[in-house]
């Protein structure tokens, strides 16, 4: 038996506050389920925050990454070796095939040190000092990472009220990301799209005009959120990087939770012909095996570094372990057509979640593409869908606070499923892209199986 004593006698845990330690006791995984103590096991509909792409424990991956610990331990960036190199060759014959606007990677180990790098680099090259970026975004928790995030708490310490210090946003603006079912304009989505551009474009045009365009060194702009879970209409995307170009600001796309899952290999790649300026990725790229991060950085951008030296080091990145990962990984996916198999079963996810929402009352809007999808749990007012809790995505809650959210996750345990989400009303799917259909299907008739019991359960509670 695992010992849970012992982290909350002598392990600072992230999310809770003092002795509260009570995570699952996990055993091992097996293909696409998560194996506890005492025999249980629970499918995993979560990939382990979207890092597993190829199914956990995979062996193929993981024989990559033991024959490079035997043959080189560990050397770091200042040498090469083969498997970064046959790593960056996998990068552009795979991810990028075909794509002419890309010319560098560098490889980072977290992603928030990704999207770190992404900042810095967009503030040197520019020479300008603001970044932009949207409502519900999250890029990590280092400094400026967490200065372009939407969650002001992250990295402070939070007391049993829910109370905190906010730390200062230096040279951060935000915008109102697409969010049409819950538009903070009170706009209709109809509207808007026999308007000449989006009001929520025409809202950012007037903040680019106001902060002024020579100031700006980078605007923030996810194809798909991927810790909320938003997806924007399609000509969102067309119209944002038209609008980036027309006053010649660089944009970053941070696909580090969202690449992979969308039936692309990134997101931005369902427009044909729009791509970023520089894009982050993590996670996936290493099927979660090793930690693993990256930025693409554009032919021009790659120009202007030519002239100089990019003063970065970070020793663990390009680790011989972490490069024959991704190695692994990226032939796996590409020999078992991983990405045609996420598109290929978007339909399936659809078909599923719309069925959930006909049935029950607190599934509101459904987002996604590919393998990747949200669901909101609300309640009705006034015959429209709400967030069931008005606080709606924001983490921070007063200790021991229930929520929607928490609620049906621990119903889905106990029925043997693993869901994630967004705290405190948004379910988040992004499993494993080997799931079969089988397993989908099981996955949502525990998930069925346990809105039911939710929506009996909550009849009680005052949100």
């Avoid at 695992?2 to 992230?14: P, V």
């Avoid at 021009?300 to 663990?316: D, G, M, R, T, V």
Wanted: with cysteine.
């Amino acid at each position: 038996m695992l010992n849970q004593d012992i982290m909350r006698e002598h392990y600072r845990s992230g999310f809770i506050s003092g002795n509260q330690f009570n995570g699952l006791s996990v055993t091992g995984v097996e293909g696409n389920r998560i194996l506890l103590e005492k025999g249980q096991s629970l499918l995993d509909f979560t990939g382990q925050l979207g890092a597993v792409i190829s199914g956990n424990g995979n062996k193929f991956i993981n024989a990559y990454i033991q024959e490079s610990l035997d043959r080189y331990g560990f050397v770091w960036e200042e040498s090469l070796n083969e498997y970064r190199e046959e790593a960056v060759r996998l990068i552009f014959s795979t991810i990028f095939k075909d794509e002419d606007w890309i010319q560098k990677i560098r490889f980072f180990v977290t992603g928030s040190e990704a999207v770190e790098g992404a900042i810095l680099l967009a503030k040197e090259v520019t020479k300008r000092e603001v970044v932009l970026t949207h409502n519900y975004a999250y890029h990590g928790w280092t400094v400026e990472a967490r200065n372009c995030s939407d969650f002001p708490e992250f990295g402070t310490v939070v007391d049993a009220q829910g109370s905190y210090k906010k730390a200062p946003k230096d040279k951060t603006e935000f915008f109102q990301y697409p969010f049409c079912s819950q538009c903070p304009f009170n706009k209709n989505y109809c509207e808007c799209q026999e308007s000449k551009e989006l009001f929520c474009i025409t809202k950012l045009r007037e903040k680019i005009c106001e902060i002024g365009p020579d100031n700006i060194a980078a605007v923030f702009c996810d194809c798909i959120l991927g810790l909320a879970v938003i997806t924007p209409p399609r000509e969102y995307v067309r119209q944002f990087r038209a609008l980036t170009q027309e006053y010649g600001i660089l944009w970053i796309d941070d696909e580090i939770y969202s690449g992979f899952r969308t039936g692309h290999w990134l997101s931005y790649q369902q427009f044909e012909g729009i791509h970023p300026d520089i894009v982050c990725f993590g996670k996936g790229i290493s099927n979660g095996t090793f930690p693993v991060s990256g930025i693409g950085i554009s032919r021009k951008i790659s120009e202007i570094l030519e002239l100089y030296k990019w003063q970065i080091c970070s020793s663990f990145s390009s680790h011989p372990a972490g490069m024959a990962a991704i190695c692994g990984n990226l032939k796996y996916i590409k020999d078992n057509k991983l990405i045609e198999h996420a598109k290929e079963k978007e339909s399936i996810f659809f078909q599923k979640l719309m069925e959930l929402k006909e049935k029950y009352e607190c599934i509101g809007d459904i987002h996604g593409k590919g393998m990747f999808w949200g669901a909101e749990i609300c309640k009705i007012v006034d015959g429209k869908n709400v967030p069931m809790m008005k606080e709606d995505r924001k983490i921070v809650l007063r200790k021991n606070q229930e929520y929607p959210l928490g609620v049906l996750r621990k119903i889905c345990i106990e029925n043997g499923l693993l869901i994630g989400g967004y705290v405190p009303n948004t379910i988040r799917i992004s499993p494993s892209l080997t799931f079969e259909v089988d397993e989908i299907k099981t996955a949502f008739e525990i998930l069925d199986k346990s809105i039911a019991r939710f929506e009996q359960e909550i009849k009680e509670k005052n949100w």
